[in-house]
């Protein structure tokens, strides 16, 4: 099977500095649409919460996969553990993997366009869906990218730092949703629906 080669400079919307910069941008976004709570029943928030998680959710879920199954494709390698007809397919796999966790996506364009009410909760789901939305584009993206570069060439000192720090991020950003979730349901007194952010296998340290 030829292996994956080395890409030539990625279209803007694969390239690490143009998502950081798309995300931080939603974040902004976020932010300023929601500074104005806006007076609500208790039910009626709870209710457009739990909406905002199931649409979150929804859109999550296929990069949410995709970085899963590329980190576990990369786990079998360390181990020594994949198969040759599943080494055969990974190329076709893993660039999926990557459509999955891109703004090229419509999932993850809804993701990033998810409206949120104007309530105090509501700020806090605002924050988590900006917090998704770097979760997807940044992190899993990276990751993917790194295990691309690391199944052409096992060797490559820096793919392999930067999945490190990609997983790190993974982590990172995970704890930072979770947390906005129990902020969120700390203003209305109720338990949410958590994001779809999975703990990621770690590929063996090197």
């Known amino acids: 099977?030829?292996?994956?080669?080395?890409?030539?400079?990625?279209?803007?919307y694969r390239r690490r500095a143009a998502l950081v910069?798309?995300?931080?941008?939603?974040v902004l976004a976020i932010t300023v649409l929601s500074d104005?709570?806006?007076?609500?029943?208790?039910?009626?928030?709870?209710?457009?919460?739990?909406?905002?998680?199931?649409?979150?959710?929804?859109d999550l879920a296929p990069c949410a996969l995709a970085v899963h199954e590329a980190l576990s494709v990369w786990g079998d390698v360390e181990a020594h553990t994949l198969s040759s007809a599943d080494r055969?397919?990974?190329?076709?796999?893993?660039?999926d993997d990557q459509?999955?966790?891109?703004?090229?996506?419509?999932?993850?364009?809804?993701?990033?366009n998810i409206e949120v009410p104007g309530s105090s909760a509501g700020r806090a789901m605002g924050d988590l869906v900006a917090t998704a939305t770097l979760w997807t584009t940044a992190d899993a993206l990276r990751a993917i990218e790194d295990v691309?570069?690391?199944?052409?060439?096992?060797?490559?000192?820096?793919?392999?730092?930067?999945?490190g720090q990609a997983e790190r991020a993974l982590a990172a950003d995970r704890r930072?949703?979770?947390?906005?979730v129990r902020k969120a349901e700390t203003i209305l007194r109720t338990t949410l629906?958590?994001?779809?952010?999975?703990?990621?296998?770690?590929?063996?340290?090197?």
């Open 88 to 95: 055969a397919t990974s190329t076709a796999l893993l660039r």
């Open 176 to 180: 930072t949703a979770q947390a906005e």
């Open 36 to 58: 104005l709570p806006v007076p609500t029943s208790r039910s009626a928030d709870i209710a457009s919460e739990r909406s905002v998680m199931s649409e979150l959710n929804s």
């Open 148 to 163: 691309q570069t690391l199944m052409a060439n096992a060797q490559n000192t820096t793919a392999r730092r930067d999945l």
């Open 21 to 26: 910069g798309a995300a931080v941008a939603v």
């Open 1 to 12: 099977m030829s292996e994956v080669s080395p890409r030539s400079t990625p279209p803007w």
């Open 193 to 206: 629906p958590q994001p779809d952010m999975p703990a990621m296998p770690l590929p063996s340290a090197t």
């Open 99 to 112: 459509n999955a966790c891109s703004f090229t996506n419509e999932t993850i364009f809804n993701l990033s």
